[in-house]
């Protein structure tokens, strides 16, 4: 049998990446081997990778040297960014940077780049229809890997660039589940209107980068959409209380109002949901369910990942 192409995934303890190496162990026949890049190679995580036979490698983003080692005799890399460990899209712009040129040092064949779309676009930083944050932002967490897209392209590196979604993750980890009112009735709460919210498993991410690294070269040079399901806001609420049990509301407010909740990052937060309201069309439109099928067969729906998650959801 022909010698697996190695694939250095970054973040691979992460939800991605994570993602990634467990479909590329899932398929022994399928011609790839994963490299598990962490900062942690004696994480409980990263020996989980291991025991599913990943090879387990030190390196870390803010390390460009350990990056260019990592990335030694490897076909391609998937390659992610960890904003919210520190909040700067200058740091993250920097990671990115330091990714292609241990891309392009290796002669990689293929890298997959998990980015989100630059905002700026669409909402110059003179439009006052959502506030600029940091004198150069509308949605930091977007516009920062939005403008690193060409740092892969000016390197010369084979790179498909892929439009991620928000993850249903989220509802267990990051503080968006159902929460209680004053009446103790549950809600969600997002200032998306009526717009639809592209969602899908984080998990499921790493599992359509496999798809496009099985595609060959297919996708080089392009920018993909991924999204497990299109749902507005009451559809999610519908859902959450089929599988929850008990009703869940959705609460639409305000972005403004968004804005205000005072947590790490709220003002980014709340300007992207209104981003993804106001651009709903071209949004949604750059996301296809049904190309997300195609590189994943497995692709969750948010009623399917529910039944698997839906009780690590936390009810406050």
Known sequence: MAEKKIIAVIG??????????????????????????????????????????????????????????????????????????????????????????????????????????????????????????????KVPHFDGKGEADKLFAQAGVPTTYLLTSFYWDNFIYFGMGPKRDQSGKLAITMPMGSSRLPGMAAEDIGRCAYGIFKSGQQYVGKTVGIAGELLTGEQMAATLTRSLGQEVRYNDVDPNVYRSFGFPGADDIGNMFQFKRDFEKEFCGARSVDFSRKLNPELQSFDAWLAKNGSRIPLE
């Open 12 to 137: 691979a303890t992460g939800a991605q990446g994570g993602g990634l190496v467990r479909a590329i162990a899932k398929d022994p026949s399928g011609g790839f081997a994963a490299r598990a890049l962490t900062r942690d190679v004696n994480s409980p995580k990263a020996k989980e990778l291991a025991k599913l036979g990943a090879e387990v490698v030190k390196a870390d983003v803010d390390d460009p040297a350990s990056l260019k080692k990592a990335f030694g005799e490897a076909y391609g890399a998937f390659c992610v960014t960890f904003f919210w460990d520190h909040l700067s899209p200058e740091k993250e712009i920097d990671e990115v940077r330091s990714m292609a040129d241990a891309a392009r040092a290796n002669g990689l064949k293929h890298v997959i780049w998990s980015t989100l779309e630059d905002t700026r676009k669409l909402v110059p930083l003179t439009d006052n229809r959502m506030p600029t944050i940091h004198g150069k932002y």
